[in-house]
């Protein structure tokens, strides 16, 4: 298929669905279906959903990240809450702990896997070189092995029901509902490393990749699967941040990298097929593939009648000039210390860094994806232990 036929239908499905959006933005009814009422949650991802995990790893994200919500830095790549946390608050949930948590953490309504940086194939390089984390997913996986194994022989031991309190239940495990968010900086690597042709060749083995960590999981006793596509990583600020005179036809009408773009929807592509064949291979689950990408590319695409500003502005971080420095970094500039503060309303901006969403963006986006208006089956996330048609 050729990059001028997926742009094409890309933004026809988005048009589509933005003037559904217009004319009802209301929840989808699944009628006869009740809630499913999932006990925990257990997340797999990269930043996008990672609450604390790489910094209790490595070097705690400092302020003023979490600043906008949490008051204080809480592990998260935004100015407050991720779409991860607000699909916890959809469903009654407590915020994640993250795995790699040592103190504080009550484990008993799930565990979050997922580390900034991280990706579907493991990558040769370190996470002090490009940022990639050294928790790809089949560690991830590795990790809630553990942590299954590990949870269930102290719960079994416990004398005391207190003793018990912040584990979870062995039964539970199989009533859970399993998230992904993971796919983006193996994009970002493909871009950095592979030509185009090598990138496109490269698609089929991560999708493969992801489809065994799912695979596996359900060999574990894992049933209801809530999968996110990757997002238009063409318009993240980040990407854009340094184009000067870009040739006609390098750019979107709303400034995104159209080939960044285009590779994200063969990605997507390539996913919603290998999750139908899962299907298939996995009678007893009921996996539900989520369209992120046309969400946030939604939200880009109207930021005007949103409420928000120019979707390609950083909220923190000091970009203008010759100066860059990014949130939370200190630098200098013709002898001047300059931190990389934030601005004065968040809220107005969709990119928070520069590479992560604000908290406003991302309840947004949440919004748009939790009702079942852009998954594969149409079930809103409360009913997604129900296959295709409710059976």
């Known amino acids: 298929m050729s990059t001028l036929l997926l742009q094409k239908i890309a933004m026809e499905g988005v048009k589509i ?7 009802s933005v209301g929840v989808v009814t699944v009628m006869g279906l009740p809630p499913c009422n999932f006990p925990a949650i257990y997340n797999f991802g990269d930043s996008n959903s990672d609450t ?10 400092p302020a003023p ?3 906008n919500f949490f008051r204080r830095p809480a592990g998260r790549d935004s100015d407050g809450r991720l779409i991860i946390d607000f699909i916890a608050e959809h469903l009654g ?13 009550n484990y008993r309504h799930g565990a979050n896997f997922a580390t ?7 990558q040769n390089e370190t996470i002090f070189e490009y940022g990639i984390s050294p928790f790809s997913l089949d560690m991830q ?10 949870t269930a022989d102290l719960y079994n031991q416990a004398k005391k029901p207190a003793d018990r309190s912040n584990l979870p239940r062995p039964e539970d495990f199989s009533k859970a509902l399993y998230t992904f968010d993971i796919g ?19 698609i089929p083995d991560i999708v493969n990749q992801f489809a065994a960590a799912v695979q596996h999981l359900y060999q574990q006793g894992a049933r209801t699967f809530w999968v996110h596509n990757t997002g238009p990583i063409g318009c993240l600020p980040v990407a854009t941040l340094y184009i000067r005179n870009p040739a006609p036809g390098f750019l979107d009408q709303y400034g995104c990298i159209k080939g960044q773009n285009d590779m994200a929807v063969e990605f997507n592509r390539q996913l919603k097929d290998r999750v139908t064949k899962l299907r298939a291979e996995l009678p007893r689950a009921a996996i539900t593939y989520v369209d992120a990408f046309t969400a946030k590319y939604g939200l880009i695409s109207t930021t005007k009648t949103q409420g928000f500003t120019d979707p390609l502005k950083i909220c923190c971080g000091r970009h203008e000039n010759d100066i860059n420095v990014w949130c939370g970094q200190k630098g200098y500039y013709n002898g001047t210390e300059v931190f990389g503060a934030a601005c004065a309303n968040p809220s107005a901006y969709v990119s928070w860094d520069g590479v992560h ?22 079930n809103p996330i409360s009913r997604a232990c129900f296959k295709r048609g409710g059976m």
């Open 52 to 61: 604390g995990g790489i910094s209790a790893a490595f070097e705690p994200i």
């Open 184 to 202: 983006q900086n193996d994009l970002s690597v493909g871009f950095r490393k592979l030509s185009v042709e090598q990138h496109r060749a490269a």
């Open 116 to 122: 900034g940086g991280s990706t579907i194939r493991r």
């Open 357 to 378: 969403y604000s908290q406003a963006a991302n309840q947004w986006v949440a919004n748009h994806i939790l009702n079942g208006s852009l998954s594969d089956p149409p």
């Open 141 to 150: 996986v590795v990790q809630f092995n553990q942590f299954k194994a590990r």
């Open 93 to 105: 949930l407590p915020y994640l702990s993250a795995y790699l948590n040592s103190l504080g953490t």
């Open 65 to 67: 990240y979490g600043d």
């Open 17 to 23: 669905l933005l003037l559904f959006w217009v004319l």
